[in-house]
Each structure stands twice: as structure tokens, then as C-alpha cells.
């Protein structure tokens, strides 16, 4: 069989070397540790900082001081004899594509948040 060694043997100390390189090991894992919480810290802190503010509004997006529970009514008076062929919608906007009376292209962009056409693009060849 093997020779066992009793695990109640008192440990020897250290030789000055190794109790410097050990202390200086217990050191590093001290500020390791603090480093890691401290990250930590400001992780949740900032998790906790984006939940509670209220969401911001996108860049160039006008306020709507509409209802959410109505709906929005509102005429668009659009040039007389334009002949819309399309129309997009874009946050608050809605852009008609058509024609004038004269044959003219033009683009209307028309903003329903305040009510009122915000742009007129007339397009040539």
C-alpha cells in the first residue's frame, strides 16, 4: 500500500519568497474582484437607467398632441386639377405623387400631425 500522510499534520510556514509572491496574488484577486463588482454595478445601473426614463422620440419626428384613443381628421386641400397615382405614409407625413392639370409631376408631402402641407416638389425630365 501507499504511505498516507495524516491530514491533521500542521502546515510549515512559508519561506519570505513565497509569502511575498502570496500576498501578492491574494492582493490582485482583492482588486480583481472589486473591479468585477464595480462593473457590475454600473451594468445594472444602467439597465436600471434605460427601463425607467421614458422613450425618446426619434430625430425630426414632430409632437402630436393627438389622442391616442381618436382617430386623426383631417383634409389635405391638395392643388385643384392634381391627379394623385400614389402616396406613401411616413410617421406623420403622407406623400401624394400625381400630376397638376397642366401635365406637370409633382410630389406633395403632407403633414397630418399639424395639418398643413409641409413641402411641394415639382418634378422635370
Do not use: H
Not at 389622442?67 to 400614389?86: H, M, R
Amino acid at each position: 500500500m501507499t504511505n498516507l500522510e495524516p491530514d491533521d499534520q500542521e502546515e510549515k510556514p512559508l519561506d519570505p519568497a513565497l509569502e511575498s509572491v502570496r500576498r501578492k496574488m491574494i492582493r490582485l484577486q482583492i482588486i480583481s474582484a472589486a473591479v468585477m463588482v464595480v462593473s457590475l454595478m454600473a451594468v445594472f445601473g444602467a439597465v436600471v437607467y434605460k427601463t425607467m426614463r421614458p422613450a425618446a422620440k426619434p430625430a425630426g419626428q414632430a409632437a402630436s398632441n393627438i389622442p391616442s384613443d381618436a382617430p386623426v381628421a383631417v383634409t389635405a386641400l391638395l392643388p385643384a386639377g392634381f391627379t394623385v397615382q400614389s402616396t406613401a405614409l411616413s410617421a406623420n407625413q403622407v406623400l401624394f405623387y400625381g400630376t397638376l392639370a397642366s401635365g406637370q409631376r409633382q410630389a406633395i408631402v403632407f403633414d397630418y400631425g399639424i395639418g398643413r402641407i409641409v413641402a411641394t416638389i415639382s418634378l422635370s425630365n
